[in-house]
């Protein structure tokens, strides 16, 4: 959920400051999305979470699809962080350094927040604080301080899976690879496989990662947009007759979203009140689902109403978020700034 700074490596001659305003759109949207997922959560989730709640006149029961937005986003993204990889253990190390700190930090936040501000049924032990830490809890089977960690499970999957495929030069031919995929998603779809195996291969996401991953190649320039039809098309083909009805629509959406967006025409998405954001959401993401419950929970249990409530957790939630970005931020430009004044190792003197 992070910038993606354009590669000069998978650009044609004239890429510049018109593809990075396409990037800069790509935050925009980030940022949407964060926030539809968070209005979900507090004007229609919120009522299976805290029994009883009130919910506001209007529910943005849609916003769910937030999350199916950030999994194409996340598709769009990782080639162009691989094309600029040294290596899987760089990679690996890059990834960790961008998730990990906020994680660790909104983790600990909402822990203690919980214990704090109940409700009891939200609450966390310290083993469970410690159980979440890899950021692998469905992989692991571990209860989640925060149900909307889940979806960062599936991230992490897709980042191992995409840096073995890059490793294997896959990523040269990823519409192959993508079609390969959709048939590993058919054939589980006749076979009815268990919830890991599913898991493994993220059968159930596999469309909207690969949506963003053939649309990047038309952004890159690597492919004009009518040589991706055809997998488009079987992506399309897929989603209508293994997915559910609301897929259905988000496959119609995501579609020509993410083709203007490949072809720099949703600039409006680039605003930087919605890059501001983008540059929050994965902080905001990690912090707003129960934190916002137990803020909301306990303010309605004094008598302020659900839309009140709302906005008191969006402030709240979106301050923290702020906080703990500024602070990550500052502490990677720290990091930067040492790394690049630490002497190399062929610049040291030979010892005798």
């Known amino acids: 959920m992070n910038p993606l700074t354009p590669d000069t490596t998978v650009m044609p001659p ?82 960790a350094m961008r998730l ?55 991230e992490v999957g897709f980042y191992a899976a995409m840096a073995l495929i890059w490793r294997l030069g896959g990523t040269r031919r990823i519409e192959t690879v993508v079609l390969c995929w959709l048939g590993v998603k058919w054939l589980f779809w006749l076979t009815e496989p268990n919830f890991r195996l599913a898991l493994l291969f993220l059968t159930d996401q596999a469309a909207f990662f690969a949506i963003g991953l053939v649309t990047y190649r038309v952004w890159s320039g690597e492919r004009h947009w009518t040589e991706q039809l055809p997998v488009i098309a079987a992506i399309g083909v897929t989603v209508f007759l293994t997915d559910p009805i609301h897929a259905h629509w988000l496959f119609l959406g995501m579609v020509p979203l993410f083709l203007l967006l490949a072809k720099g025409r949703l600039g409006w998405l680039a605003h930087p009140v ?52 500024t602070l990550c931020e500052r502490a990677r430009a720290l990091a930067a700034r040492r790394a690049t004044k630490r002497p190399s190792a062929t610049a040291a003197p030979a010892l005798a």
């Open 14 to 95: 004239h890429a510049g400051a018109v593809r990075r305003d396409r990037l800069a759109a790509l935050d925009g949207l980030r940022g949407l999305s964060a926030l539809a997922v968070c209005l979900f959560h507090y004007t229609y989730m919120v009522q299976f979470m805290i029994p009883g709640a009130p919910l506001p006149a209007a529910q943005v029961w849609w916003g769910c699809y937030g999350v199916q937005l950030f999994f194409a986003i996340s598709g769009f993204v990782i080639l162009g962080s691989l094309a600029r990889t040294r290596n899987v253990p760089s990679f690996a190390r890059a990834r």
């Open 274 to 325: 919605l890059i501001w954001m983008g540059w929050l959401s994965y902080p905001f993401y990690l912090l707003h689902g129960a934190i916002g419950y137990a803020v909301i929970a306990r303010l309605e249990s004094v008598g302020i109403g659900p839309l009140l409530a709302t906005l008191v957790a969006l402030a709240l939630t979106g301050s923290l978020a702020f906080g703990v970005a």
């Open 100 to 154: 990990l700190p906020e994680y660790w930090i909104a983790m600990t936040v909402t822990a203690a927040l919980l214990a704090l501000l109940g409700p009891t049924r939200l609450q966390v032990s310290p083993i469970d604080w410690l159980w979440n830490l890899p950021m692998l809890q469905l992989w692991s089977m571990t209860p989640m301080i925060d149900g909307v960690y889940w979806s960062l499970n599936l």
